[in-house]
């Protein structure tokens, strides 16, 4: 099973946090206190990640979905809402449409969406390098092309600092799972289908994917979206105040009682 950590706070409602890549149940230490106060938190390692068992060079995506599933069975959760960040938002997109009974909103802080030609070449261009150069090199090259920008420095600096954790074939592997989910065409058309509650967070700094998520939202019938001002990629933890401020009012908005979760 996935490495998890919860935090029971006997209330009526869970929220599911599933982080990006390199990332672990700690990227989300900032959302501990705030949405604690409502809510019962669990946190997930992804495969490869943190805690959880290793996954070598391939991630399978149905693997992926039924792993997140099988810590909600264990742990008696029917319902929740998601929260994911970066590439953790293409593995709760994929999820919903995959078990949407589990759902009851998602938030997606720093969506990636629609940059299938630009992850091809990533790919690539990771595969290539982590031959010759050290994963952190390896590391960088990634960030700075999925973050090229002057005002991206944090967030590049912030996603350095995590993927340390993550060994060189995961990384690649889920790089390659993030470039395969461009190619799944249904998951948007099942998502306008099922007509879920999406919120989409993003600092306004994080122009390579501003386009392609305001596109998506534009098309979907019950979603949402938010920018956060001054703030990059990273947005949960580069402005996690603003962040934590946006996801709770939309929970709030969406959860007018507990029945609703």
Avoid at 3 to 15: E, M, P
Avoid at 122 to 131: D, L, N, P, Q
Avoid at 152 to 165: D, I, P, V
Wanted: charged share 25%.
């Amino acid at each position: 099973m996935l490495n998890y950590k919860i935090y029971d706070n006997q209330k009526d409602c869970w929220v599911v946090f599933l982080h990006g890549i390199g990332g672990s149940t700690k990227t989300w230490l900032r959302q501990i206190k705030s949405f604690s106060d409502k809510y019962n938190l669990l946190m997930i390692d992804l495969p490869g990640h943190g805690e959880s068992q290793d996954i070598g060079d391939k991630v399978d995506i149905n693997f992926v979905n039924d792993s997140i599933k099988e810590v909600l069975d264990f742990l008696n959760i029917q319902k929740a809402d998601f929260i994911g960040l970066s590439m953790g938002t293409l593995v709760i997109l994929n999820f919903a449409t995959a078990y949407p009974q589990y759902v009851s909103s998602l938030i997606l802080g720093g969506a990636i969406i629609n940059l299938e030609g630009i992850y091809r070449i990533v790919t690539k261009v990771a595969s290539k390098f982590r031959k010759i150069m050290p994963k952190e090199t390896t590391y960088k090259v990634f960030a700075n092309i999925i973050m090229p920008a002057k005002w991206h420095k944090l967030s590049r600096r912030l996603f350095f600092m995590e993927s340390k954790r993550l060994n060189a074939k995961n990384f690649i592997a889920w790089v390659a799972y993030m470039t395969n989910f461009k190619r799944e065409k249904t998951i948007i058309k099942k998502l306008k289908e099922l007509k879920m509650n999406i919120c989409f967070i993003s600092g306004e700094y994080d122009k390579c994917f501003i386009s392609g998520i305001k596109h998506l939202s534009d098309k979907l019938i019950n979603s949402k979206f938010e920018i956060i001002r001054q703030c990059g990629h990273v947005c949960t933890i580069e402005k996690h105040k603003e962040f934590n401020e946006c996801a709770l009012n939309y929970l709030n908005l969406i959860h007018v009682s507990p029945a609703t979760c």
